[in-house]
């Protein structure tokens, strides 16, 4: 059966990342699945974007689990393929990184966890994600597909 996790709605507002930095937050993983898409829903198109899923360690992202091919973004919805995973239950991060200044979508949740590194895109993912900076009160919309 087929299972979509993480913001997979459209949030109403655009935001404004720039690259050089990769920034994301948590998704829950109620039960095992197997992931076979990474996603995420742009405002702008044209964008090269890498989404990365990591595991998390005490509330940080930390292993990395899979990323996509850099893929140029179109408005809406970019499911992109990766080799399937599997996922045990948990608390995973789903992050994005960017070539040159782009929008997706996102809300404000107070509390809502973000994390973020300085990443140059093309450059290797952190792995792991290493000490990272933080603030609180947005969700973005990236999401897995799977079964």
Do not use: C
Not at 14 to 30: K, R, T, W
Not at 58 to 70: E, F, R
Not at 117 to 132: R, Y
């Amino acid at each position: 059966m087929a299972a979509t996790l993480g913001n997979d709605v459209e949030f109403p507002y655009a935001s404004s990342h720039a690259p050089g930095y990769l920034l994301g937050g948590p998704i829950l993983v109620p039960s095992p699945i197997t992931v076979t898409h990474l996603a995420v829903i742009a405002k702008a198109a044209d964008a090269q974007v890498v989404v990365a899923l990591y595991t998390d360690a005490g509330g940080v992202p930390d292993a990395l689990v899979a990323a996509t091919a850099p893929t140029t973004m179109v408005i809406g919805r970019n499911e992109i393929g990766i080799p399937h995973v599997s996922l045990a239950p948990g608390i995973y991060w789903l992050m994005g990184t960017y070539d040159t200044d782009t929008s997706i979508g996102f809300d404000t949740t107070p509390g809502a966890p973000v994390r973020y590194v300085e990443h140059v895109f093309g450059n290797p993912l952190p792995q792991p994600f290493g000490a990272s900076f933080s603030y609180d009160g947005q969700r973005f919309n990236y999401y897995v597909r799977g079964y």
